[in-house]
């Protein structure tokens, strides 16, 4: 398949399943046509093992988009198919190098192109070519020319056929907008991006040259503050800094314990000034034990016959690993306190995840005289494998559903104002808590059920506003499921006789019709 017509194809298929719509199946198709258009264009490249993995990447992401339609799984798509389309035009290449070479093709490649085409010369070899070369046909001739006659000869028709008048009069075109044009040139911008990026030269060059493994090397000498350093006293510099360094982090250890098994907290600290505090440090202390590491080891010293920097650094890692099961505790314990999930404190976890993984690769790195590259490469890899596999869950419906429960148990009321921040996937476990809520204390006189049911209407008003436009191309298993589950909990606690607003009770019956008629499958 030609150039042109795969990004016109890719292109009208981006146009057609997204164009105001949510995220659903519209996204798994869009994946299937991009993904077989990639294979026919690369049918051999693309069956490297790293390749199949982006590949796989964004299938598995574009198919949880179709369950759940969160963000982070559109995100992941988006991550996996840019990573694919630009590892196709590569040698060689890390998860890192990726990330800059996508940034640097989706800013530039078009403005590229536009500038080859308008200012590259022809070399006098080309000129001298011209002769022999066959004409090419001039595509602007033939497309005008051919618009002016078929409007000509439709103008004809028209007037002979009374049939074929009436026939034209009914066609539609009323989709045909700045806003939709637009969308399908964005299309068109970001197709012919994905199909033939453009790359660094620079940096793919360099990486070729990378190694995976250290090769012996001896220790060169250079200036820091005009004094000539030289092995021995890198070597002095070494183990001082790693023994105050072990010592201090073994002491900020054993006081961070010490709270952990009294629970006492530091004088006029809360739970989360103390967690962020902790964070804060642990994410400064993580980048300059690996740059340390990472400078002293870059040479010579990985072939040293003397272990103690290395075993130093070992005693390093493994206090840094402390500090990060500390300060996982402490982000247990606040969420426990607050009974509430949030993306910043779910994202704590990942952090420190990453964090393990980076420090446990970067022991496998002095252990077995592996390269910087070594470990650039595994920890980016680390990266997008769990970017990969995070979007196997539906989070916000994660959020609400633990917020809700945990606050039941604890009989406390849940934030709801947090949970309506969130997308359409926690909406039907907090629709379904308010409606509960509602039933449950209805007959009580003193009770006033006006903050419920004004939530409701917020959580309802909000949905059916951004769905109603939105066809079967938006369908996924969260939103179908979210509808009739919502639709039930209403009809539960009759919410609609307690709301004197005409708009409100529009859009529960509105909620209705949507579970009746945009559940294909009656989830």
Request: charged share 15%; net charge positive.
């Amino acid at each position: 398949m030609k150039k042109q017509s795969a990004v016109l194809l890719a292109s009208l298929a981006y146009t057609y399943l997204l164009y105001q719509q949510g995220a659903g199946v519209n996204v798994l198709l869009l994946n299937l046509i991009l993904l077989t258009i990639l294979y026919f264009q690369n049918k051999v490249i693309i069956k490297e093992p790293i390749n199949l993995l982006f590949a796989f990447g964004a299938l598995f992401s574009s198919i949880f988009v179709a369950i759940h339609g969160h963000f982070l799984s559109v995100f992941a798509n988006i991550i996996s198919l840019g990573f694919l389309s630009v590892n196709l035009t590569l040698k060689r290449s890390s998860m890192a190098s990726l990330l800059i070479h996508g940034i640097y093709a989706y800013l530039t490649t078009n403005i590229n192109r536009l500038v080859q085409k308008g200012f590259t010369k022809k070399t006098s070899e080309e000129s001298e070519n011209e002769t022999t070369e066959k004409p090419k046909a001039n595509k602007w001739i033939i497309g005008i020319s051919s618009v002016i006659v078929f409007t000509i000869f439709i103008s004809l028709y028209r007037y002979s056929s009374a049939n074929f008048n009436q026939f034209v009069l009914n066609l539609n075109f009323d989709f045909i907008s700045f806003p939709f044009l637009f969308f399908f040139l964005t299309g068109i911008y970001l197709m012919s991006i994905l199909l033939k990026p453009m790359i660094l030269k620079p940096l793919e060059e360099n990486e070729i040259n990378q190694k995976l493994h250290l090769s012996f090397s001896t220790f060169k000498e250079y200036k820091i503050l005009g004094s000539t350093l030289q092995e021995i006293t890198e070597n002095g510099l070494a183990k001082v800094l790693f023994i105050g360094l072990n010592l201090m982090l073994f002491l900020v250890n054993i006081l961070d314990t010490e709270f952990l098994i009294t629970g006492k907290l530091p004088e006029g600290v809360n739970y989360s000034e103390y967690l962020h505090q902790g964070i804060s440090s642990l994410i400064l202390s993580i980048i300059c034990a690996i740059a340390i590491i990472l400078w002293f080891f870059r040479g010579s010293q990985n072939f040293s016959s003397s272990n103690q920097i290395k075993n130093l650094s070992y005693v390093w890692i493994a206090l840094n690993c402390w500090m990060i099961l500390s300060a996982a505790y402490r982000n247990h314990l606040y969420i426990m306190d607050h009974s509430l999930f949030t993306y910043k404190r779910i994202g704590v976890y990942v952090f420190l995840i990453c964090s393990l993984i980076g420090l446990a690769l970067t022991y496998y790195k002095l252990a077995n005289k592996r390269s910087n590259y070594f470990l650039l490469k595994n920890n980016s890899f680390a990266w997008y494998l769990i970017l990969i596999l995070s979007v196997a869950i539906n989070w916000d419906r994660f959020i609400a559903s633990n917020h809700i429960e945990a606050c039941k148990e604890r009989n406390e009321y849940p934030d709801i104002n947090y949970l309506s921040k969130l997308s359409y996937q926690a909406y039907p476990k907090t629709i379904d808590f308010l409606s509960e809520s509602i039933q449950k204390n209805i007959s009580n006189i003193e009770y006033d059920p006006n903050y419920e049911v004004e939530n409701l209407e917020y959580l309802i008003d909000g949905m059916v506003s951004k769905e109603m436009n939105y066809t079967w191309k938006s369908y996924n298993y969260a939103r179908c499921k979210g509808y009739s589950d919502i639709n039930n909990s209403l009809k539960t606690a009759k919410i609609i006789h307690l709301t004197n607003c005409l708009e409100a009770q529009h859009n529960i019956r509105t909620i209705a019709i949507f579970s009746e008629h945009r559940n294909p499958f009656n989830f």
